[in-house]
Protein backbone atom coordinates (compact mmCIF):
# COMPACT_ATOMS: atom_id res chain seq x y z
CA UNK A 1 0.00 0.00 0.00
CA UNK A 2 1.43 3.78 -0.89
CA UNK A 3 1.88 5.39 1.90
CA UNK A 4 3.03 9.28 2.60
CA UNK A 5 3.25 10.07 6.41
CA UNK A 6 4.22 13.48 7.45
CA UNK A 7 5.75 14.13 10.73
CA UNK A 8 7.41 17.08 12.84
CA UNK A 9 4.47 19.73 12.69
CA UNK A 10 4.03 21.31 15.99
CA UNK A 11 3.90 25.20 17.92
CA UNK A 12 6.29 27.40 16.94
CA UNK A 13 7.38 31.01 18.05
CA UNK A 14 7.36 33.51 15.24
CA UNK A 15 10.94 34.00 13.71
CA UNK A 16 11.28 30.39 14.81
CA UNK A 17 12.06 27.11 12.59
CA UNK A 18 10.69 23.71 12.43
CA UNK A 19 11.73 20.42 9.56
CA UNK A 20 9.24 18.68 8.50
CA UNK A 21 9.67 15.09 7.07
CA UNK A 22 7.44 12.81 5.10
CA UNK A 23 8.40 9.57 4.92
CA UNK A 24 7.21 7.21 1.84
CA UNK A 25 6.29 3.62 1.10
CA UNK A 26 4.51 1.17 -0.60
CA UNK A 27 6.00 2.76 -4.14
CA UNK A 28 9.76 3.63 -5.75
CA UNK A 29 10.38 6.83 -4.39
CA UNK A 30 13.54 8.22 -5.93
CA UNK A 31 11.22 8.01 -9.48
CA UNK A 32 8.87 10.79 -8.35
CA UNK A 33 9.22 14.48 -8.15
CA UNK A 34 7.71 15.59 -5.23
CA UNK A 35 5.92 18.36 -3.28
CA UNK A 36 4.81 20.27 -0.26
CA UNK A 37 1.63 21.76 -0.54
CA UNK A 38 -0.10 23.99 2.66
CA UNK A 39 -3.63 24.15 3.42
CA UNK A 40 -4.64 27.08 5.61
CA UNK A 41 -7.62 24.99 7.69
CA UNK A 42 -11.06 26.13 5.95
CA UNK A 43 -9.09 27.41 3.06
CA UNK A 44 -7.51 26.46 -0.31
CA UNK A 45 -4.27 24.31 -1.18
CA UNK A 46 -1.18 26.44 -1.89
CA UNK A 47 1.77 25.10 -3.46
CA UNK A 48 4.97 25.65 -1.33
CA UNK A 49 8.04 23.93 -3.07
CA UNK A 50 9.09 20.86 -5.87
CA UNK A 51 12.15 18.90 -5.96
CA UNK A 52 12.89 16.09 -8.91
CA UNK A 53 13.88 13.02 -8.18
CA UNK A 54 17.55 13.25 -7.84
CA UNK A 55 17.15 16.95 -6.13
CA UNK A 56 18.95 18.78 -8.63
CA UNK A 57 15.66 20.97 -9.93
CA UNK A 58 13.76 22.54 -6.82
CA UNK A 59 11.50 25.34 -6.96
CA UNK A 60 9.51 27.87 -4.65
CA UNK A 61 6.63 30.50 -4.64
CA UNK A 62 8.21 34.31 -4.02
CA UNK A 63 6.04 33.72 -0.54
CA UNK A 64 8.64 31.15 0.72
CA UNK A 65 11.48 31.40 -1.14
CA UNK A 66 14.80 32.33 1.08
CA UNK A 67 12.95 30.87 4.16
CA UNK A 68 12.24 27.39 3.42
CA UNK A 69 14.37 24.66 1.78
CA UNK A 70 12.93 21.40 0.81
CA UNK A 71 15.43 18.59 0.45
CA UNK A 72 15.05 14.59 0.04
CA UNK A 73 16.61 11.18 1.07
CA UNK A 74 16.47 8.95 -1.43
CA UNK A 75 17.94 5.89 0.31
CA UNK A 76 15.72 6.80 3.21
CA UNK A 77 12.54 7.39 1.23
CA UNK A 78 12.30 10.98 2.65
CA UNK A 79 11.47 14.05 1.81
CA UNK A 80 12.14 17.24 4.04
CA UNK A 81 11.13 20.87 4.64
CA UNK A 82 12.99 22.63 6.51
CA UNK A 83 11.33 26.19 7.36
CA UNK A 84 13.26 29.38 8.80
CA UNK A 85 11.91 32.48 9.95
CA UNK A 86 8.24 31.37 10.34
CA UNK A 87 5.42 33.77 10.25
CA UNK A 88 2.06 33.49 12.12
CA UNK A 89 0.38 33.43 8.18
CA UNK A 90 2.92 30.48 7.84
CA UNK A 91 0.31 28.48 9.81
CA UNK A 92 -1.33 25.63 8.07
CA UNK A 93 -1.47 22.10 6.98
CA UNK A 94 1.51 20.83 5.55
CA UNK A 95 1.14 18.40 3.06
CA UNK A 96 3.77 15.87 1.34
CA UNK A 97 2.35 15.46 -2.64
CA UNK A 98 3.69 13.20 -5.20
CA UNK A 99 3.23 14.60 -9.31
CA UNK A 100 0.35 16.82 -8.34
CA UNK A 101 -0.28 17.11 -11.77
CA UNK A 102 0.09 13.77 -13.43
CA UNK A 103 -1.81 9.82 -12.66
CA UNK A 104 0.77 9.83 -10.12
CA UNK A 105 -1.06 12.33 -7.85
CA UNK A 106 -0.61 11.10 -4.11
CA UNK A 107 -1.36 13.25 -0.93
CA UNK A 108 -0.03 12.13 2.88
CA UNK A 109 -2.68 13.01 5.72
CA UNK A 110 -0.33 16.15 6.49
CA UNK A 111 0.90 17.62 10.01
CA UNK A 112 0.03 20.94 11.47
CA UNK A 113 2.18 23.40 12.25
CA UNK A 114 1.32 26.61 14.16
CA UNK A 115 3.59 30.09 14.48
CA UNK A 116 2.03 31.76 17.34
CA UNK A 117 4.08 33.31 20.49
CA UNK B 1 -6.38 35.59 -4.16
CA UNK B 2 -6.03 32.62 -6.02
CA UNK B 3 -4.85 31.99 -9.61
CA UNK B 4 -7.13 29.60 -10.83
CA UNK B 5 -11.06 30.94 -10.45
CA UNK B 6 -13.57 28.30 -9.21
CA UNK B 7 -17.00 29.62 -7.69
CA UNK B 8 -17.11 28.96 -3.75
CA UNK B 9 -19.94 26.77 -3.79
CA UNK B 10 -22.01 24.51 -5.66
CA UNK B 11 -25.40 22.12 -4.89
CA UNK B 12 -27.57 19.65 -6.36
CA UNK B 13 -30.08 16.91 -5.00
CA UNK B 14 -29.18 13.19 -5.31
CA UNK B 15 -29.24 11.71 -8.82
CA UNK B 16 -28.40 15.31 -10.91
CA UNK B 17 -25.67 16.54 -12.61
CA UNK B 18 -23.81 19.50 -11.50
CA UNK B 19 -20.95 20.95 -13.47
CA UNK B 20 -18.11 22.66 -11.36
CA UNK B 21 -16.14 25.18 -13.20
CA UNK B 22 -12.20 25.99 -13.03
CA UNK B 23 -11.09 29.43 -14.69
CA UNK B 24 -7.47 30.62 -16.08
CA UNK B 25 -5.12 32.50 -18.22
CA UNK B 26 -2.81 31.53 -21.24
CA UNK B 27 -0.06 30.83 -18.64
CA UNK B 28 -1.33 28.24 -17.23
CA UNK B 29 -5.10 26.37 -18.03
CA UNK B 30 -4.17 28.15 -21.97
CA UNK B 31 -1.30 26.46 -22.69
CA UNK B 32 -1.00 22.89 -20.16
CA UNK B 33 -3.34 20.24 -18.41
CA UNK B 34 -5.43 20.34 -15.67
CA UNK B 35 -6.39 17.80 -12.81
CA UNK B 36 -8.81 17.63 -10.29
CA UNK B 37 -8.55 16.70 -6.87
CA UNK B 38 -11.73 16.18 -4.32
CA UNK B 39 -11.18 16.37 -0.60
CA UNK B 40 -13.49 15.01 1.63
CA UNK B 41 -13.92 16.64 4.91
CA UNK B 42 -11.20 15.95 7.17
CA UNK B 43 -9.27 13.95 4.42
CA UNK B 44 -6.37 14.56 2.30
CA UNK B 45 -7.04 15.60 -1.54
CA UNK B 46 -7.71 12.57 -3.68
CA UNK B 47 -7.05 12.74 -7.60
CA UNK B 48 -9.94 12.17 -9.25
CA UNK B 49 -9.27 13.83 -12.99
CA UNK B 50 -5.74 14.78 -14.84
CA UNK B 51 -4.73 15.53 -18.48
CA UNK B 52 -8.00 17.08 -18.66
CA UNK B 53 -10.00 14.44 -19.06
CA UNK B 54 -8.66 11.33 -17.58
CA UNK B 55 -9.51 9.25 -14.91
CA UNK B 56 -7.11 7.47 -12.53
CA UNK B 57 -8.25 3.67 -11.75
CA UNK B 58 -11.12 3.28 -9.45
CA UNK B 59 -12.54 6.55 -9.64
CA UNK B 60 -15.82 6.16 -11.09
CA UNK B 61 -17.08 7.44 -14.68
CA UNK B 62 -19.38 9.46 -12.86
CA UNK B 63 -16.92 11.85 -12.62
CA UNK B 64 -15.71 13.80 -15.89
CA UNK B 65 -13.28 16.69 -16.75
CA UNK B 66 -13.19 19.00 -20.23
CA UNK B 67 -10.88 22.10 -21.06
CA UNK B 68 -11.96 24.74 -23.55
CA UNK B 69 -9.67 27.67 -24.27
CA UNK B 70 -8.60 28.88 -20.60
CA UNK B 71 -11.12 27.59 -18.97
CA UNK B 72 -12.00 23.65 -17.31
CA UNK B 73 -14.82 21.99 -15.86
CA UNK B 74 -15.65 19.01 -14.03
CA UNK B 75 -18.70 17.39 -14.38
CA UNK B 76 -20.29 14.88 -11.46
CA UNK B 77 -23.84 12.95 -12.79
CA UNK B 78 -25.96 10.89 -10.67
CA UNK B 79 -25.15 13.09 -7.50
CA UNK B 80 -24.14 11.09 -4.19
CA UNK B 81 -24.69 12.10 -0.76
CA UNK B 82 -20.69 10.62 -0.70
CA UNK B 83 -19.78 13.38 -3.17
CA UNK B 84 -20.01 16.33 -0.84
CA UNK B 85 -16.73 17.29 -0.69
CA UNK B 86 -14.79 20.29 -2.03
CA UNK B 87 -13.11 19.94 -5.33
CA UNK B 88 -9.83 22.03 -6.42
CA UNK B 89 -8.70 22.48 -9.45
CA UNK B 90 -4.85 22.51 -10.44
CA UNK B 91 -2.73 23.38 -13.78
CA UNK B 92 0.95 24.28 -14.16
CA UNK B 93 1.05 28.32 -13.96
CA UNK B 94 4.12 29.39 -16.09
CA UNK B 95 5.07 32.97 -13.62
CA UNK B 96 5.08 30.72 -10.69
CA UNK B 97 7.56 27.98 -12.25
CA UNK B 98 5.11 25.50 -10.15
CA UNK B 99 1.60 24.11 -9.60
CA UNK B 100 -1.44 26.63 -9.18
CA UNK B 101 -4.86 25.93 -7.68
CA UNK B 102 -8.09 27.09 -7.53
CA UNK B 103 -9.72 28.44 -4.65
CA UNK B 104 -11.80 25.10 -4.41
CA UNK B 105 -15.98 24.56 -5.02
CA UNK B 106 -17.78 23.58 -1.72
CA UNK B 107 -20.57 20.94 -3.16
CA UNK B 108 -23.77 20.40 -1.31
CA UNK B 109 -25.96 17.41 -1.69
CA UNK B 110 -28.97 18.77 -0.69
Sequence with gaps: EEQLVESGGGLVQPGGSLKLSCAASGFTFSAYWMHWVRQIPGKGLVWVARINTDGSIISYPDSVKGRFTISRDNAKNTLFLQMNSLRAEDTAVYYCVREILTSQGFWGQGTLVTVSS | ?110
Excluded at chain 2, 73 to 91: P, T
Design chain 2, 1 to 110: QSVLTQSPSASGTPGQSVTISCSGRSSNIGSHTVSWYQQLPGTAPKLLIYSDNQRPSGVPDRFSGSKSGTSASLAISGLQSEDEADYYCAAWEDSLIGPAFGGGTKLTVL
